[in-house]
């Protein structure tokens, strides 16, 4: 199993930058994924970015251009680097993990780090 461990969030004002990261333990080398997911009140859960061992990346389109995920694999550690953000980026960001052992796939959440954003 993982266990996923985010800091990061907080208080910003439109515009400004915030830079979230995540530290994995316990089965880190199995893991080929990693991501960033974000929850807003009574929105539904969704993907942010994600970056694979090899490292190619995966953001949303509402992102783009804004956002920039990076992993340092010798520090079992996921960044979300976040600039110019928006009211609309507020939420609760959760750190994912996928990993494997053998044929099973196994997904682990962290507890999540509130990012506000004041217009």
């Known amino acids: 199993q993982v266990q996923l461990v985010e800091s990061g969030g907080g208080l910003v004002q439109a515009g400004g930058s915030l830079r979230l990261s995540c530290v994995a333990s316990?089965?880190?080398?199995?893991?080929?994924?990693m991501g960033w997911y974000r929850q807003a009140p009574g929105k539904q859960r969704e993907l942010v970015a994600e970056v694979s061992n090899d490292g190619s990346t995966n953001l949303a389109d509402s992102v783009k251009g804004r956002f920039t995920i990076s992993r340092d694999n010798g520090k079992n550690t996921v960044y979300l680097q976040m600039n110019s953000l928006k009211p609309e980026d507020t939420g609760v960001y959760l750190c994912?993990?996928?990993?494997?052992?053998?044929?099973?796939?196994?997904?682990?959440w962290g507890q999540g780090t509130q990012v506000t954003v004041s217009s």
């Open positions: 316990g089965s880190t080398s199995s893991i080929s994924i």
């Open positions: 994912r993990a996928r990993s494997s052992s053998g044929i099973r796939v196994y997904i682990n």
